[in-house]
């Protein structure tokens, strides 16, 4: 199975702070249709999970603009420009370009 | 607006079983797969796998191939997750997600599982 590597495990931020979180697969999420199926979501603290960006960069309808995704092959990126009170709780990347889906361990993104 | 809904609570002794549901709204069922994910309490998610809502046919991640079961009521637009012969480790809160255009689009709001003698 695919294994995602996220890092920080743990991120404190102020409000308004930029941050970015590396989620690293140990294997190319590049599929054979060219599309790469890397995912973001988030848990805020008692809900479920949220779809924040799909395929690397796409941001999901009515996900705020400062969310961003970058990266390819191996390695991606999360970044928040600007947190705000609401981002706070953990952030997971996943993948489904190889079955089975499989998650990042997560990272928590807390208050300073 | 699309919901996915899922049942309540369950308090089981070992080697119970149960059956948790998912009840999807505001669009058509079977034009979309149904994934299962367990998250343990503190922990991360973990992915159980996914049925093909037109089909019925189950896909299951190796770890959840033994005493686990997707199916289906099509006509109620409700997928089912079975647990036969629970353990302490099948203590864990169960998504169902939507396997849409793009995956994971929707969640169920969680049915926590609790094991004990």
């Known amino acids: 199975d695919v294994v995602l590597t996220q890092t920080p495990p743990t991120l404190s931020a102020t409000i308004g702070q930029s941050v970015s979180i590396s989620c690293r697969s140990s294997?190319?999420?590049?599929?054979?249709?060219?599309?790469?199926?890397l995912n973001w979501l988030l848990q805020r603290p008692g809900q479920s999970p949220q779809l924040l960006i799909y395929?690397?960069?796409n941001l999901e309808s009515g996900v705020p603009n400062r969310f961003s995704g970058s990266g390819s092959e191996t390695d991606f990126t999360l970044k928040i420009s600007g947190v705000e009170a609401e981002d706070l709780g953990v952030y997971y990347c996943?993948?489904?370009?190889?079955?089975?889906?499989?998650f990042g361990a997560g990272t928590k993104l807390e208050l300073k | 607006q699309i919901q996915l809904v899922q049942s309540g609570p369950e308090l089981k002794k070992p080697g119970e079983s149960l059956k948790i549901s998912c009840k999807a709204s505001?669009?058509?069922?079977?034009?979309?797969?149904m994934q299962w994910v367990k998250q343990a309490p503190g922990k991360g998610l973990q992915y159980m796998g996914w049925?093909?809502?037109?089909?019925?046919?189950?896909t299951y991640a190796d770890d959840f191939k033994e005493r686990f079961v997707f199916s289906l009521e099509t006509s109620a637009s409700t997928a089912y997750l079975q647990i036969n012969n629970l353990k302490n480790e099948d203590t864990a809160t169960y998504f169902c997600?939507?396997?849409?255009?793009?995956?994971?689009?929707?969640w169920g709001q969680g049915v926590m599982v609790t094991v004990s003698s």
């Open positions: 505001g669009y058509t069922f079977t034009d979309y797969a």
């Open positions: 997600a939507r396997s849409g255009v793009p995956d994971f689009d929707y």
């Open positions: 996943m993948q489904a370009t190889h079955a089975p889906d499989t």
């Open positions: 049925i093909n809502t037109q089909t019925g046919k189950p």
């Open positions: 395929s690397v960069s």
């Open positions: 294997q190319s999420l590049l599929d054979s249709d060219g599309d790469t199926y």
